[in-house]
């Protein structure tokens, strides 16, 4: 494998992508703006948080979420650190947090065509700094929403188990892998699955749900 060249995006991918974001966005939209209108009443704006990661190829974006925390809580406790526990969390975001319901916004990424709905989680660019010449094949294929590492543990997994599983995905990448993943991810959204890491506080090897 070329860990350094993008691999193409195959044309299911692509049609993958759409056929799930498109209806999902005109289906939540009415959701989405109570939950924006719950943030602005709690803690004021912004809604969102908007953060650069690193995408296919190594290419550069901007991702969003909902905000879930203060403004400005990059710049305070634990950093980019994100603790269960966290006073930084505020209430509505906490529930956001707890239901990976933050997450949602990212359809507006898979749209874009920086993101696709399954594939692995975007990372900042300090992390691809410290990435090895096999990490950085996680890099063939656009981030995802979900992914393998996702419903296999997310946060619960070493840093190295979750390179592994998102390098073992962009080898075995089919629509009947997706499918799979996708009937996974709401039995670990409802279960909880590595919110935080088995510590209590989100690892700083994939600071993946930091805002």
Sequence with gaps: ?????????????RAEDLILAVPLTLLASPFLALIALAIMVESGAPVFYVDERVGL??????????RTMVPGAVGQGLGRLVAASDT???????????WSVDEVPQILNVLKGD?????????????????????????RVKPGITGLAQVSGRNDLTWRRRIDLDLEYIERLSPLLDLGILLRTPLVVLRGIGLYGKGGVTPDYEPDRTD
Excluded at 1 to 13: F, I, N, Q, V
Excluded at 57 to 66: A, D
Excluded at 115 to 139: H, N, W
């Design 57 to 66: 190829g190594g290419r550069k974006f901007l991702m969003i979420k909902f």
């Design 115 to 139: 993101m696709s709905v399954v594939g692995p989680r975007p990372t900042y660019a300090e992390q691809v700094a410290r990435y090895t010449p096999r990490d950085r094949g996680r890099l």
């Design 88 to 98: 930084r969390i505020t209430r509505v975001g906490a529930a956001l947090r707890r």
């Design 1 to 13: 494998m070329d860990a350094e060249r993008p691999l193409r995006t195959p044309a299911w991918k």
